[in-house]
């Protein structure tokens, strides 16, 4: 089990990380979410013994990790950049983990083999790294990794270098391998879709600091403040006649007869929908989704309605 207690990172006067607290069990994925710049990448990087703390403690099952080196924290890293050895072929970048730690001449070999028939790249052992599409090279560090059999893999933004369409179907394959496996994971992201798809709980992070931490659907129905809420795509509204609430994207509807009237001031087409951004009087403007009849004109008068279940109320 991994432990993190009060854990903060400096860079001179700015505060990164301040004041963590993260447990992960074994064979639990915990993916920390949050925007550019939160400090999720900071906190990865502290685990690993990249970063020094500046205050607060790392430990696993209990050992203080203070004064133990990255390389014999036996963590497995997997960056954005990959940092593949481009004068490596396929074999030799998996197997480099390996030799590292020592292990025996006939044993790297089967174990890279081993480990590549797992992430569905048998047969490209003696391929260059350079030669392979950007989902092969992210298989190929991934395979590098877990080789090592590492207590706790940690993934930092790994599939932010890949398009939409290679990124969905990668992180399903993440998460069944993980499963598969029983592999114990902190995984770092921006995308929610990824942290909901991957993680058995999700911690989303801001400046800094973890705002709010449990299960991807506890975390997607009741998010506890309005920076999630906005983070996750909820519009944040007080046209309710309630407090301030927050709504779930498919909660809104164009309707003639809503109770929220406002002015269309953009819309975007987003592959299977328009989303149509609509001006109140007072507060922010509302994302509403028009799925089919006619979508609205810029500057046109709508009326809004609300689907009550869709709506969670913010703490003051």
Known sequence: ML??????????????????????TDGEVVCVLGPSGCGKSSLLRAVAGLEPLTAGAVAWDGADLANVPPHRRNLGLMFQDHALFPHRDVLGNVAFGLRMQRVAGARIDARAREVLALVGLTGYEHRRVSSLSGGEQQRVALARALAPAPRLLMLDEPLGSLDRGLRDRLVLELRDLFVRLGVTALFVTHDHDEAFAVADRVAVMRAGRIEQMGGPEEVWRNPATEFVARFLGYNVTEQLGRRRAAVRPDGLRLDADGPITGVVIRRTFRRDHFLVTVKVADGAPLEVAVRGGTVP???????VAVEPSAVVELPD
């Open 3 to 24: 432990t993190v207690r009060g854990m903060e990172v400096r860079y001179g006067a700015t505060v990164a990380v301040a004041g963590v607290d993260l447990d992960i």
């Open 297 to 303: 004109d810029l500057g046109d008068l709508v009326h």
